[in-house]
């Protein structure tokens, strides 16, 4: 057995795991209690084993690719960066780019991944056309929109509870550049930022930046991103059309101690941070794909700025004619609590692809916090705000949410639950996320 977390560190349990290099074995490797894994980014428990974990990394092998369309088959370990340093330069890249390009294709599936596009691209699933998928029953089944539908749209941002994805077929988008034009965009409140979002549902990218430690009349004040996708003659002069891939630089080599993140740091950081991208707005600059997308992934092992306990992410999404009184009700909140996240997120989202997939029409909320005190008091508090406004958490981030919040964000759980099993009748795939918030007590 060996000890196991997300990428939040938080909780820490007893698995096994398996590392098979051959389909066969992965199939051996089912037993009561398995769920896979890919690069370990879900920031819970979701890719934790109740017994064992299988992971999938060695499965890394693309099968085919068609560069008229931009179809591509390939295995579930594959992780994003692998396809956008391979096929970035050959003029494709995913539709979808989350938070960090460290995710295996799987590990996306799974949790149906959105980023800054979804307002008008949708998510992940959108682009998936096909999943060859290992059931907990055994079988090794082809599911698509047209085949095996109910399996198919119950996997993705089914958090790997429907079995064991071994490959997909997905679209990648047709792209001049790996630049992005950004325009950045100050604003006083939180209402001017959600004025700015709602403004920018044309641009294909938007995200805004909160300060969560700012209060009053400052309560919400954002820094807003919009991006188009660059082309040829938009770029710097001597730029390369595709910018080179970095590994991440600098890291955080220990845990560092507590009292690191407290109220005067993170007030330091974010004053510091509104000011520098405050000078930026207005107009438009031309960026790499990489920080703009992928922001932390320049520094390793960032996670370890919690500390050694971890910390917890809380991400939400509330309906749109909800959103800015629970919003603002939260980040008081947060604010007043004092240990806020120093990179708190705002994101419009539209309907999900998958019947247990996160994005709903509304505002998403996420928000890191250290685990110390009465930290899961206190969430369980927010928790109680995003129920009562018909919104909902995502389970890829989820480490503590009870099994009432589950069920009055997910109306669709019924039937979820209702085509796992019939995929897995003896139960065989379950995860510690899955004990806790859904499997038979």
């Known amino acids: 057995m060996t000890l196991v977390s997300g990428w939040g560190r938080f909780p820490v ?56 369309t931009g179809s591509i088959r390939l295995e579930a370990g594959v992780l ?15 539709f979808v780019l989350p938070g960090t390009r460290f995710v295996s294709i799987g590990g996306a599936i799974a949790a149906d991944v959105h980023g800054k596009n979804h307002h008008c691209e949708g998510g992940f699933g959108r682009y998936v056309d096909a999943i060859l998928l290992r059931t907990g029953s055994g079988e090794v089944i082809e599911a698509s929109r047209e085949q095996n539908s109910d399996a198919f749209f119950a996997t993705i941002g089914g958090m790997g509870l429907t079995g064991i994805i071994l490959e997909a077929t997905l679209r990648l988008r047709k792209v001049e550049t790996g630049w ?23 641009a294909t990218y938007s995200v805004a930046w909160i300060d969560c430690a700012a209060r009053g009349k400052d309560l919400g004040r954002s820094l807003i991103y919009l991006g188009e996708h660059a082309g040829k003659d938009e770029l710097p002069a001597g730029a390369a059309v595709f910018p080179a891939g970095k590994a991440p630089g600098l890291g955080v080599p220990i845990d560092l101690p507590a009292m690191t993140l407290n109220r005067l740091s993170i007030r330091a950081f974010n004053e510091l941070y509104y ?79 998958g019947i247990l997939s996160f994005p709903l029409p509304g505002y998403t909320l996420a928000l890191d916090f250290p685990v110390r005190g009465d930290i899961l008091n206190f969430l369980d508090e927010i928790d109680r705000l995003v129920v009562a406004a018909g919104g909902r958490l995502y389970l890829a981030k989820d480490a503590r949410q009870s099994r009432e919040t589950l069920e009055a964000g997910y109306p669709a759980l019924s039937r979820f639950n209702a085509i796992r099993k019939s995929l897995d009748p003896a139960g065989r795939i379950r995860s510690k996320l899955s004990q806790r918030l859904f499997d038979e007590v």
Not at 180 to 202: F, H
Request: charged fraction near 25%; hydrophobic fraction near 45%; glycine fraction near 10%.
């Open 13 to 68: 349990v007893d698995t096994e795991m398996l590392r098979p290099r051959a389909f066969a074995a992965v199939a051996d490797a089912v037993v009561s209690g398995t769920v896979a894994r890919g690069n370990g980014r879900a920031y819970g428990d979701a890719a934790i084993g109740a017994v064992r974990t299988v992971t999938m990394t060695g499965f890394d092998r693309i099968r085919w690719f068609d560069p008229v």
């Open 80 to 94: 994003l960066s692998d396809l956008i340093e391979t096929f970035g330069p050959r003029g494709f890249l995913p």
């Open 180 to 202: 992005i034009r950004e325009r950045v965009i100050s604003a006083s409140d939180l209402d001017a930022a959600m004025r700015a979002l709602d403004a920018g549902d044309a």
């Open 275 to 353: 000011r520098m991208g405050a000078r930026r707005a207005g107009g438009s600059h031309v960026v790499s794909l990489y920080p703009y997308f992928f922001p932390l992934d320049s520094i390793a092992d960032w996670n370890r700025i919690y500390g050694k306990r971890g910390f917890l992410q809380h991400q939400c999404v509330i309906p749109e004619n909800r959103a800015r009184d629970v919003l603002g009700e939260i980040l008081d909140r947060v604010a007043r609590r004092g240990d806020a996240s120093f990179l708190a997120v705002l994101k419009k989202l539209g309907q999900g692809e």
